[in-house]
Structures are given as structure tokens and as C-alpha cells.
């Protein structure tokens, strides 16, 4: 089993920046690839950002150019700068390690943006 825990979301005004923290714990043995998603109220959950085990990094359109996702040297541990946000960037903030197939889910951070 793997447990993964975020943290470091708050509230920010606009044009203002969070960093996001998530760490995977437990059976963390070959945990490749970890992605933050987000969800808003009433919607779908909604990717964000990928970091693979090599630190490669791809993101979606919504937020590139101002969230930044780095692996620490402890490889179950990524993290995700969220720079110039917006309003509509307030969601709760879910990481994701992924596992022989299997995808671990945290418990989610909110991040709220106030303009």
C-alpha cells in the first residue's frame, strides 16, 4: 500500500504563488510517475501537472508558463510552484502516485485565490 499526503495549500491573492507539497509513503517501490490534479466545485477532477521518476515534467495548457513541478531527491516527493495565480486557479489541489497500474490518491489541499 502507498499513502500519499499533500500540503502547503492556503489562501493567496491574486497574482501571488503556493507551493504545493506531496510525499508517497509505505510500499514506495517503483513509483514512477506522480501528477497533481485539481477539482473545482461541481466539476470533474482535472490534471494539472506530471512529473515522471526522471523529473521530466509536462503540464496542462490552463497552467503552463506559471506552475513549475519538481522531484525532490527523495523520489516520493514532488512538488508543484504555483506562480501568478488566479481566481479561477481555487480548487482543492489532489496528488497521485501511480504504481504497477495502480493509482494512490491524497486527501487533496485547497488553494484558494482571492482577487
Known amino acids: 500500500q502507498v499513502q500519499v499526503v499533500e500540503s502547503g495549500g492556503g489562501l493567496v491573492q491574486a497574482g501571488g504563488s503556493l507551493r504545493l507539497s506531496c510525499a508517497a509513503s509505505g510500499n514506495i517501490f517503483r513509483i514512477n510517475a506522480m501528477n497533481w490534479y485539481r477539482q473545482f466545485p461541481g466539476k470533474q477532477r482535472e490534471w494539472v501537472a506530471g512529473?515522471?521518476?526522471?523529473?521530466?515534467?509536462n503540464y496542462a495548457d490552463s497552467v503552463k508558463g506559471r506552475f513549475i513541478g519538481s522531484r525532490a531527491s527523495v523520489k516520493n516527493t514532488v512538488y508543484l510552484q504555483m506562480n501568478s495565480l488566479k481566481p479561477e486557479d481555487t480548487a482543492v489541489y489532489y496528488c497521485?502516485?501511480?504504481?504497477?497500474?495502480?493509482?494512490?490518491w491524497g486527501q487533496g489541499t485547497q488553494v484558494t485565490v482571492s482577487s
Open positions: 512529473i515522471n521518476y526522471g523529473g521530466s515534467t
Open positions: 497521485k502516485a501511480s504504481q504497477f497500474g495502480v493509482d494512490y
